[in-house]
């Protein structure tokens, strides 16, 4: 991976991680377009950008990070973060297996797509307008929601999240802002585990050039996250689910396309 190819899937990565499209399908799709092959370094690409990209919210909400006279807040993180832990460590193979197949992702990028036109009619009268009426149960619920996520790459893990939070009667836009929260600790400990797992298995990855290379697309990640951040609340707001379930569909769709007539393998 060169340092443009890096730039434009970190490009890819910002715009698409706060979407309910899946930043992992866009990114599974761009790397055979643009010539990247895969690797553990690819791999761990991937993994460490989404971290950086999920930092423009600390950024954007950094009052609510670092108001630490409010545990009730970390506490509901804690709990959410949980099932998604343990579902990566007993679920390992499984989910490597599936980020491998891409006609599998683009399948789930259709199935979801078509969740995503009905959405908005299914969650109707929400109660709960703001993080801090979230109770630790609805956590832990959406926690479990986000499990969905790992288990089905290309569901999107916002998508899915958001998804639980207004089945638990949170308004779209209380839903993404805690599936913004919960995105925090997700990533860390999946950099975390992935930056350390390559490191032991293959040393020789964690070399100079790859850290710039890592650290120029987080870089990117980060910058175009901010931006795509409060473009999305806003436009979720106004508009809600149904344009998102029509772009999933069409770019599923193309990818299967690409996938049956060998352009991408």
């Not at 949980?82 to 460590?89: D, E, Q, T």
């Not at 078509?114 to 959405?119: A, N, P, Q, R, S």
């Amino acid at each position: 991976m060169d340092t443009v190819q890096s730039i434009i899937i970190a490009i890819v990565e910002g715009l698409t991680e706060f979407l309910p499209i899946s930043s992992t399908a866009h990114m599974k799709f761009v790397n055979p377009l643009l010539g990247v092959s895969p690797s553990p370094f690819t791999d761990m690409f991937e993994v460490v950008i989404q971290l950086a990209a999920i930092l423009a919210v600390v950024v954007l909400y950094w009052k609510k990070f670092f108001d630490f006279k409010r545990i009730s807040f970390y506490i509901k993180l804690i709990i959410a973060v949980i099932p998604a832990l343990i579902a990566g460590f007993f679920l390992k193979k499984h989910i490597d297996v599936a980020l491998g197949n891409l006609t599998f992702i683009a399948c789930v990028m259709v199935a979801g797509g078509i969740i995503l036109l009905f959405i908005d009619k299914v969650f109707k009268n929400p109660t709960v307008d703001s993080e801090e009426k979230v109770s630790n149960k609805t956590a832990f619920v959406i926690g479990c929601g986000q499990v969905l996520s790992i288990i089905f790459p290309g569901l999107s893990r916002s998508a899915a999240t958001i998804i639980t939070g207004m089945s638990q009667k949170l308004t779209r836009s209380a839903a993404a802002e805690f599936s913004f929260f919960l995105a925090v600790p997700t990533m860390l400990a999946a950099s975390a585990k992935s930056f350390l797992d390559t490191y032991k298995t293959n040393p020789e990855v964690i070399a100079k050039d790859n850290l710039t290379t890592l650290l120029i697309g987080s870089v990117v990640a980060f910058i175009v996250a901010l931006l795509a951040i409060k473009f999305f609340i806003g436009f979720l707001k106004k508009y809600g689910f149904k344009v998102w379930g029509i772009y999933r569909i069409i770019v599923g769709v193309i990818m299967l396309a690409l996938i049956f007539s060998h352009v991408i393998n």
